[in-house]
């Protein structure tokens, strides 16, 4: 089960910094518009750091790790989610140092007891 996540977690790596992110101003898209036009994870969500510094992040595997920026109400359902495995949707990509940015847009829960 693990070697076929670590798969899937690296497909989806490598179909996402190929594909194009497109930005978009809407605040106000529908889950159905944001999962057929964005670009998706798939991964872990993990609180790291230290209170009161932590940040929420998306661990795709053991070497990529993305930090995630979300409005007030979707950070509480990140936080839901926390060591649960999700599909998030994200509008744009940032690197800075050595930190990569996803700014969150929508998240799907994912079922792996099917």
Same mark, same amino acid.
């Given at each position: %089960?693990?070697? @076929? /996540?670590?798969?899937?977690?690296?497909?989806?790596?490598?179909?996402?910094?190929?594909?194009?992110?497109?930005?978009?101003?809407?605040?106000?898209?529908?889950?159905?518009? #944001?999962?057929?036009? *964005?670009? *998706? %994870?798939?991964?872990?969500?993990?609180?790291?750091?230290?209170?009161? @510094?932590?940040?929420?992040? +998306?661990?795709?595997?053991?070497?990529? /790790?993305? %930090? +995630?920026?979300?409005?007030? &109400?979707? &950070?509480?359902? +990140? #936080?839901?989610?926390?060591?649960?495995? #999700?599909? /998030? *949707? *994200?509008?744009?990509?940032? &690197?800075?140092?050595? &930190?990569?940015? /996803?700014?969150?847009?929508?998240?799907?829960?994912?079922? #792996?007891?099917?």
């Amino acid at each position: %089960m693990k070697k @076929f /996540l670590f798969i899937v977690a690296l497909v989806c790596t490598a179909a996402t910094i190929d594909s194009c992110s497109s930005s978009s101003s809407s605040t106000t898209t529908s889950p159905s518009a #944001v999962s057929s036009t *964005y670009p *998706y %994870m798939i991964g872990k969500i993990e609180i790291i750091g230290n209170e009161p @510094f932590t940040k929420i992040a +998306l661990r795709v595997d053991e070497s990529h /790790l993305f %930090m +995630l920026k979300a409005p007030k &109400e979707l &950070e509480q359902k +990140l #936080v839901q989610h926390q060591q649960g495995l #999700v599909r /998030l *949707y *994200y509008s744009s990509r940032q &690197e800075k140092a050595k &930190e990569h940015i /996803l700014n969150v847009d929508h998240i799907e829960k994912i079922d #792996v007891t099917k």
